[in-house]
């Protein structure tokens, strides 16, 4: 037995390893100090304002569930959860709007700063922006007809930013092992990255994005089938190939754009992820244990719900140590305090 071990495996095991070392150096060995009443007397009516604002933000565009469920997760990548990707650049302090995956693509500020002056009004000074996002994120779901969960909180928000470290965030061209390499370093799983990556059945895609996979293996993957073939020319006439149109948009579920379900892996199955990096948890020689997750939440929509909210809390569980010693909560969720 023992000459049979699989390199692949070993691999993994060495990957895991890595991700469980780091994971406690970093966090100091403890869970982050997060409850889920932190403001039950400070700010007893917070869940009840993000709540309303997100209902409101919602009937102006129903695509502004993703885009703040997109923003909370380039928060927690770089630094933690410490509302980090909110700072602007300004002259002392370089933001992380300008690194390249957020560049162009990142939106939803604006709604994070209405939330945030309603909050204010009611409880100035106290809730931080990233849990402000935290909580939104959450409801962006839930408004969407995903599953709802608990949102541990006391987030401070950092004092600073990370453009290097945005540049690390994943991006689709880079292949399924890095891209699961990089959520182990962080000290989420391969579960964890299959399930949190079904945030992709809400919300829209550049043509810059998805341009090198239609031309590429996209019909190969389909099988090209009647209905894979209309969707592929309908994504060819948003994207053609000879460059220009970067910036036209498709959604990653065609079918049900704006409805948090398990379609994302349905399409996943049907060979017709937009993205590289969506195909791949599928498709990849290398896509082992991630294919058989795929399989499993296309055919169980409640073990998706279940495994996606919590793998929601352990990425907003990502806290940056040094907000703790030196963050603070923001008046202004894009600028520290004075
Ligand atoms: C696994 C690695 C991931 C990669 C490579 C990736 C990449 C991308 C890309 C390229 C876009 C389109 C951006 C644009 O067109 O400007 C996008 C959109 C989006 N991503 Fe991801 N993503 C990943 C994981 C996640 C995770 C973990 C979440 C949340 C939990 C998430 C939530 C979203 C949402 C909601 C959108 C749509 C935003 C909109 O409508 O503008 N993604 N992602
Ligand atoms: C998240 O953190 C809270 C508070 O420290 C802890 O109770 C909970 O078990 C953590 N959850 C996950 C999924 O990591």
Redesign the pocket.
């Known amino acids: 037995m023992a000459a049979q071990f699989r390199p692949r495996i070993l691999a993994m095991q060495f990957l895991a390893a890595i991700a469980f070392i780091s994971g406690i150096t970093r966090s100091g060995a403890s869970d982050p100090p997060l409850t889920l009443d932190y403001y039950a007397s400070s700010c007893p009516s917070v869940l009840k304002i993000i709540r309303e604002e997100m209902e409101r933000e919602m009937l102006l565009d129903p695509?502004n569930a993703?885009?703040v469920?997109?923003l909370?997760?380039h928060d927690c990548f770089v630094q933690g959860c410490d509302g980090s990707v909110l700072l602007d650049d300004i002259f002392t302090l370089r933001g992380e709007k300008t690194a390249s995956?957020n560049i162009?693509?990142l939106?939803g500020f604006e709604i994070i700063d209405r939330i945030k002056s309603r909050v204010e009004f009611g409880c100035p000074g106290i809730v931080s922006c990233a849990d402000i996002l935290t909580i939104a994120a959450r409801d962006a779901v839930l408004l969407v007809g995903g599953p709802y969960w608990d949102v541990p909180l006391g987030r401070k928000d950092s004092r600073s930013a990370s453009y290097e470290l945005a540049n690390t965030i994943?991006?689709?061209n880079?292949g399924l092992i890095p891209?699961i390499y990089k959520?182990l370093s962080l000290g989420l799983s391969v579960t964890d990255?299959v399930a949190?990556?079904g945030?992709?059945t809400?919300?829209?895609?550049?043509c810059?994005?998805f341009r090198a996979r239609i031309y590429g293996d996209y019909e190969l993957t389909s099988g090209g089938s009647p209905s894979s073939e209309v969707r592929l020319s309908q994504l060819k006439s948003t994207c053609p190939a000879a460059g220009g149109g970067d910036n036209n948009?498709a959604p990653?579920d065609y079918e049900t754009p704006y409805t948090f379900d398990n379609s994302y892996y349905h399409l996943l199955l049907n060979g017709e992820g937009l993205?590289d990096?969506d195909q791949e948890l599928y498709s990849s020689l290398l896509a082992l244990q991630t294919r058989k997750l795929v399989e499993q939440y296309a055919l169980d929509p409640a073990a998706f719900f279940q495994q996606f909210s919590i793998s929601?809390v352990k990425?907003g569980n990502l806290t940056n140590p040094d907000s703790f010693v030196d963050g603070e909560v923001r008046k202004c969720c894009r600028f520290v305090n004075a």
């Open positions: 695509r993703a885009l469920l997109r909370h997760f995956p162009n693509s939106k994943p991006t689709p880079e891209i959520f990255t949190l990556s945030a992709h809400i919300g829209m895609a550049r810059e994005y948009i990653f993205l990096s929601m990425m």
